[in-house]
């Protein structure tokens, strides 16, 4: 089974609501999607997520990454040879990690594919079924509130909750929540890089004085701030976690030396897919250090592979994979059953998805 041939599309769906975060305010999911042929007929598919801001790609580069790049340095390769097809993706060009992601995604589909196995099972098969938070996005106290108890009606025991944009509201945000959800609700608090070092601290202090009782914070400053990050991991009680100050293994190894956080989020958009998401797991299962399986904002294309993956992994304990849940419909059929707080994984082969 050999790479044919690599199409370049696009995927376009509306949110139920806006998705608004200490960086950004977005209305309707445009990524890119990624069909790899190979010479028997099979067709793997994959999802990149520009996300400007984080990963600094665009729809444009995404595709003029894989087009230009990705495309040439691994096409006539038989999808047995996984790893040298993974080296080629990674040093076919210097970052873009989500151009990486969608391609690399693609060719474990059609892996998985030829094996005849579902990718979890293919991967390690460790559990059947995840349970994921969802975003509550960063708005006044009252229409986050109103948006928690939503959540929660719909089934979903873990918020996370975004702040960041206004550090002054922030306390009384969170508060408000716990207050309107019980303390039943699991609550995870996102500040996005929103925070600086000391407003951390003092934010993060108030909440723990206040019995918010929240299970971590994520990404309390810059993701560039180490020196801030060991500092607030430092001074607080809450478990920090480390999101976009992790893209790579040499990332999360610096992060774990560093103790510049308790935990890693770990995101295919990031890593470069899969294969490098695995080495990041690893090197943090080997330092007791517990990772959570995270998502841009993603449709249920790339959001599957995603929990193909974590559903693999003994040492992915919290998942955050709630795009196919904001969006107003699935782009495709098939794959890991998206049941508001639950994603139950199939025995269709592949990534799973009808095509």
Not at 152 to 181: M, N
Not at 240 to 252: G, P, R, T
Not at 254 to 265: G, H, P, S, Y
Request: proline share 3%; glycine share 8%; net charge negative.
């Amino acid at each position: 089974m050999k790479i044919k041939d690599i199409i370049v599309g696009k995927v376009e769906v509306p949110l139920i609501t806006p998705f608004k975060t200490a960086l950004r305010t977005v209305h309707s999911i445009h990524n890119i999607a990624v069909y790899v042929h190979t010479d028997d007929g099979q067709i793997g598919i994959g999802e990149a997520a520009p996300t400007a801001a984080i990963t600094g790609e665009t729809l444009g580069s995404i595709s003029h990454a894989i087009e230009e790049y990705i495309k040439p340095a691994v096409i006539g390769m038989d999808i047995e040879e996984l790893t040298a097809i993974m080296e080629r993706i990674d040093s076919s060009i210097y970052q873009n990690t989500s151009a990486k992601a969608a391609v690399d995604m693609a060719v474990y589909d059609l892996v998985a594919k030829h094996y005849q196995t579902p990718l979890y099972k293919l991967l390690g098969g460790y559990r059947k079924e995840l349970i994921t938070d969802i975003t509550i996005s960063v708005n006044d106290s009252e229409e986050m509130v109103k948006d928690s108890i939503a959540a929660v009606h719909r089934g979903f025991q873990i918020l996370k909750i975004k702040v960041g944009k206004d550090p002054a509201g922030d306390v009384e945000r969170v508060v408000a929540i716990r207050d309107a959800v019980g303390h039943a609700i699991t609550l995870r608090v996102d500040a996005n890089q929103g925070w600086t070092p000391k407003q951390a601290v003092q934010i993060i202090g108030a909440l723990e004085d206040a019995g918010t009782n929240v299970e971590l914070v994520e990404q309390p400053v810059h993701c560039h701030d180490l020196v801030g990050m060991q500092f607030v991991t430092a001074n607080t009680k809450t478990n920090i976690l480390a999101d976009e100050s992790v893209f790579s293994a040499k990332d999360a190894y610096t992060i774990i030396e560093k103790r510049a956080a308790d935990l890693i989020n770990i995101k295919l958009m990031k890593s470069g897919g899969i294969y490098q998401a695995q080495k990041i797991c690893h090197i943090a299962e080997a330092n007791d250090i517990q990772c959570m399986i995270g998502c841009m904002l993603e449709t249920k294309i790339s959001v599957s592979a995603a929990a193909h993956f974590a559903a693999s992994q003994k040492n992915i304990t919290m998942v955050d994979l709630d795009g196919p849940s904001l969006c107003v419909k699935d782009p495709i059929a098939g794959g890991p059953k998206f049941e508001n707080d639950r994603i139950r994984m199939t025995d269709a082969v592949g990534v799973g998805f009808s095509m």
